[in-house]
């Protein structure tokens, strides 16, 4: 029988592995004669009750997909072409003929899943397209490195010649270029492609432990010990990444895996995805025949071993081997990277985290937007990309910014949509939903007196942002007669962690005043101010704590003291003491603790670029720790966080106290 394992599946639960292997020495092969053979005529039965014959329309290319409803390559061959842009054009005929005998209803099923309306779809009881296969397969116009493997692609151009006849597992880029070669029309590209950012962590030590075993394996066998090359651990390194988005021997951009090297004329890789060792993904390997052929290939002289664990904690694997002279590596541990990867727009499929809601009390709240993708051939690998890949932009900046790093920052009530488009295609985009909720406000009036308005006072009872309106005009001032002295005005305060600092306007004829302080009760005297001072310090007060004052007027008539009629009073309150804290620095993070402030209701955090920058605030939060993400390796910031004491719809903080940390 006529048919190759080109493609091993090793399966245990969730965990996959693939091998692959390839000779790359020698020309094409041609037909003897220097001409490209005649077109055969057969007559195929199409799963909807046509006839399809193989002969081909004057001026149109056909591509005949011969292969297998069970067999992985021949799926995902005919996925490649059904996603593709020119399996729709009238220049092109598409047809799959089911070359082992399944039935009808198997072809049908087949075609859902894999295919499109532009794929003619045939079967066959018997032996006869299985027959008509190998007879494609023997004209000797076969692709170079071909074997026997299914699927088996002919392409017959528009004078039903036959021009070439591919084996086992192809793209649709790769079928377009062969049909250009021939047909010379410039059909449509397929699937455009766009380059994301991928972080996560290579791991070089476990790349030097499964090289061990590797040799220890040839070793065995009685083979040479296969080396570690640089280049190709490069090579590993960038394909186990691309693993993340896509679990295929084929490239995320289309392309097949021995693109990533033009090094040796022999190559094979390996690739695992889940497994958690060296000792694990080596088992698994071993005791798939189709990759242990690849690990003890006597050809083989140089390895590449990549280990990439994404976001997610998966591990991505890869073992690429050839034939060339290796430059050996001393690479160890491991290492944080983001690599580039370019990605056919049909797989990549973007994913946002989920909607978020605040209410208006989260101003200066600061989250990200965090992107994942969804690998469509392992559903568990759902990697974060990285915001580099990424333009972002706010429907509403008035609700929520974002800046360039994908940092969302909550600015007030209403609802923004960030977008997030892939640098240089703002066709691929992906939406993240923040909706701030509005004010709760409660109204209070205040009466007019003589020195000021009367207004109602309009006080969310949320976050305390308050406004006024239905403003009435100060009441008139009666004649004072000579007795009489004015109320005070312009009465206002300045908090301290453990004093308050009161000051007011002069009244005119006052040799002094006097400082109340209320009890609950009743006013009591605090200090009296004379010498034309109109300030004092109220002082020994327990921070974080809310006050009430007032303040007289008085001077002498007929050796009395005569008082203003009205206490001008104020509500206010100190400020919390200053946060006791600290930062350590991360990997590219900053994580901030601190102790409990006593009567403080809240927290903001805030930081800033080395030590001269404007303070930023990240955080408003109830807790006592705060890490920051996504900050730069190797640069200095400057930390702060402020308790804040929330009295009477006024919200009092403590001071900055900075502390620098560089980031690791």
């Known amino acids: 029988m006529k048919k190759a394992y080109l493609r091993a599946l090793f399966l245990m639960v969730w965990l996959l592995l693939i091998p692959l292997a390839g000779n790359f020495a020698g020309m094409e092969a041609q037909a003897a004669s220097g001409e490209k ?34 067999c992985g390559n021949s799926q995902a061959t005919i996925r490649n072409i059904a996603k593709s842009d020119w399996v729709s054009s009238a220049g092109i005929r598409v047809v799959f003929a089911e070359a082992n005998k399944a039935s009808q209803e198997a072809v049908k099923n087949f075609a859902a899943t894999y295919g499109n309306e532009h794929i003619l779809f045939c079967y066959d009881g018997g032996s006869s397209i299985w027959d008509a296969a190998f007879e494609y397969y023997d004209l000797g116009v076969l692709n170079e490195g071909a074997g026997a493997g299914f699927p088996f692609t002919v392409l017959i151009d528009g004078n039903n010649k036959v021009q070439k006849v591919l084996t086992g597992y192809q793209t649709a880029d790769g079928i377009l270029k062969e049909i250009r070669a021939f047909a010379g029309e410039n059909y449509e590209e397929t699937n455009p492609k766009v380059t994301v950012d991928i972080s996560g962590t290579e791991h070089y030590s476990y790349a030097n432990e499964v090289l061990a075993l590797v040799n220890q394996e040839r070793a065995r066998r009685g083979l040479g010990a296969l080396k570690q090359d640089q280049a190709l651990t490069e090579v590993a390194m960038q394909r186990a990444a691309e693993l993340a988005m896509y679990y295929s021997h084929t490239r995320p951009d289309g392309t097949k895996c021995f693109t990533a090297t033009d090094r040796g004329t022999r190559r094979a890789e390996n690739i695992a995805v889940g497994y958690p060792s060296p000792q694990a ?23 590449g071993i990549g280990c990439f664990q994404d976001s997610g904690g998966i591990w991505h694997w890869v073992q690429f081997f050839d034939n060339a002279q290796a430059s050996e590596t001393s690479l160890s541990g491991t290492r944080q990277v983001t690599r580039g990867i370019s990605i056919r727009k049909s797989l990549l499929h973007l994913q946002p985290a989920a909607n978020q809601a605040f209410v208006c009390k989260d101003k200066g709240t600061a989250v990200s937007m965090d992107i994942y993708h969804a690998n469509e051939l392992f559903e568990a690998s759902k990697p974060k990309l990285a915001a580099s890949g990424f333009d972002f932009v706010s429907s509403n900046p008035a609700a929520a910014t974002v800046d360039a790093g994908g940092m969302i920052t909550v600015q007030g009530p209403g609802t923004a949509v960030i977008t997030a488009s892939v640098k240089g295609d703002t066709s691929c985009t992906v939406t993240k939903t923040v909706t701030v909720a509005d004010h709760v406000y409660v109204a209070s009036k205040v009466e007019p007196t003589y020195t000021e308005e009367g207004y109602t006072l309009h006080t969310c009872s949320v976050c305390g942002d308050s406004y006024k309106d239905s403003i009435v005009p100060k009441l008139e001032q009666p004649q004072n007669s000579e007795k009489d002295i004015s109320d005070v005005t312009g009465l ?67 050796k009395k003291q005569v008082f203003s009629k009205s206490y001008t009073s104020l509500y206010t309150a100190t400020n919390p003491a200053d946060v006791k804290f600290k930062v350590t620095a991360g990997k590219k993070k900053a994580a901030v603790k601190w102790d409990k402030v006593p009567r403080a209701d809240k927290y903001i955090v805030s930081y800033k670029t080395g030590t001269k920058g404007s303070w930023k605030n990240l955080k408003t939060t109830k807790s006592l720790r705060y890490t920051r993400k996504n900050l730069k390796s190797g640069k200095t910031y400057t930390f702060a966080v402020r308790a804040c004491k929330v009295y009477r719809g006024k919200t009092y903080t403590s001071s900055y106290q900075g502390k620098k940390i560089k980031i690791k």
């Open 37 to 70: 053979p005649d077109n055969m005529e057969y007559t195929f039965a199409s799963i909807n009750g046509w006839e399809v014959s193989t002969k081909t329309e004057m001026g149109k290319v056909t591509v005949l997909v011969f292969g297998y409803t069970t």
């Open 281 to 303: 993904v080596m088992a698994a390997w071993i005791s798939s025949p189709g990759h242990l052929a690849n690990i003890t290939d006597s050809e083989m002289t140089s390895i």
């Open 492 to 558: 206002k305060a300045s908090s301290g962690a453990t004093s308050i600092k009161l000051s007011w306007k002069k009244v005119s004829g006052a040799e002094g005043y006097r400082i109340y302080q209320y009890s609950g009760k009743k006013w009591e005297k605090l200090a009296t101010v004379t010498s034309g001072r109109t300030s004092c310090t109220v002082k020994k007060l327990r921070s974080a704590t809310g006050y009430r004052f007032a303040v007289k007027a008085y001077r002498t008539v007929n």
